[in-house]
């Protein structure tokens, strides 16, 4: 019942005090850790953790510890939403380890939400996958060595497409 804040910035303020109410009236005595399953939804992450008393885990942070410890590669791709790029998660985080992001370009935004919705919308999966997988050789043909599938949907999908070079 969260407004739609990813698709509408106009309803952020909304959605955030939607869920700080719901935080508020959740038993704190059970739960220890929670994580936000959506990665552009972290543009919520501070106001959420401000308002609980457990702890709020990070999908980017998390992508952080595992690039640190486990990935090589100079220059990685981020597919994701728009709005992900337009808060630059990943960008950052990849510029903090001292790593290069590739990025695709604006033309390519609109059919990388079109993947998001048509996992969203349960379409035919094979389609997908392959509209995927362009995405991911057009981050390849631009000199990205590993590509971060920085959207839940997009990782979900990311996992049929059998490739070693995704995250």
Same mark, same amino acid.
């Given at each position: 019942?969260?407004?739609?804040?990813?698709?509408?910035?106009?309803?952020?303020?909304?959605?955030?005090?939607?869920?700080?109410?719901?935080?508020?009236?959740?038993?704190? /005595?059970?739960?220890?850790?929670?994580?936000?399953?959506?990665?552009?939804?972290?543009?919520?992450?501070?106001?959420?953790?401000?308002?609980?008393?457990?702890?709020?885990?990070?999908?980017?942070?998390?992508?952080?510890?595992?690039?640190?410890?486990?990935?090589?590669?100079? +220059?990685?791709?981020?597919?994701?939403?728009?709005? @992900?790029?337009?808060?630059?998660?990943?960008?950052?985080?990849?510029?903090?380890?001292?790593?290069? /992001?590739?990025?695709?370009? +604006?033309?390519?935004? /609109?059919?990388?939400?079109?993947?998001?919705?048509?996992?969203?919308?349960?379409?035919?999966?094979?389609?997908?996958?392959?509209?995927?997988?362009?995405?991911?050789?057009?981050?390849?043909?631009?000199?990205?060595?590993?590509?971060?599938?920085?959207?839940?949907?997009? @990782?979900?999908?990311?996992?049929?497409?059998?490739?070693?070079?995704?995250?």
């Amino acid at each position: 019942n969260v407004a739609d804040f990813i698709s509408d910035s106009s309803h952020k303020e909304k959605a955030k005090r939607y869920i700080i109410k719901w935080l508020k009236e959740i038993d704190h /005595a059970t739960i220890d850790q929670a994580v936000i399953a959506c990665n552009t939804a972290h543009i919520l992450l501070d106001d959420l953790r401000n308002v609980c008393g457990f702890e709020i885990l990070s999908l980017i942070d998390a992508t952080k510890e595992h690039v640190a410890k486990n990935i090589h590669a100079t +220059k990685l791709g981020v597919l994701s939403t728009a709005s @992900s790029y337009k808060f630059e998660f990943y960008a950052d985080m990849l510029n903090k380890l001292g790593r290069e /992001a590739i990025l695709p370009t +604006k033309d390519s935004y /609109a059919d990388i939400e079109d993947i998001i919705r048509g996992v969203l919308s349960n379409r035919n999966t094979d389609i997908l996958v392959e509209s995927l997988k362009r995405q991911i050789g057009q981050l390849h043909d631009e000199g990205a060595e590993k590509v971060i599938l920085g959207c839940t949907e997009l @990782s979900l999908l990311g996992q049929k497409t059998e490739s070693t070079s995704v995250i």
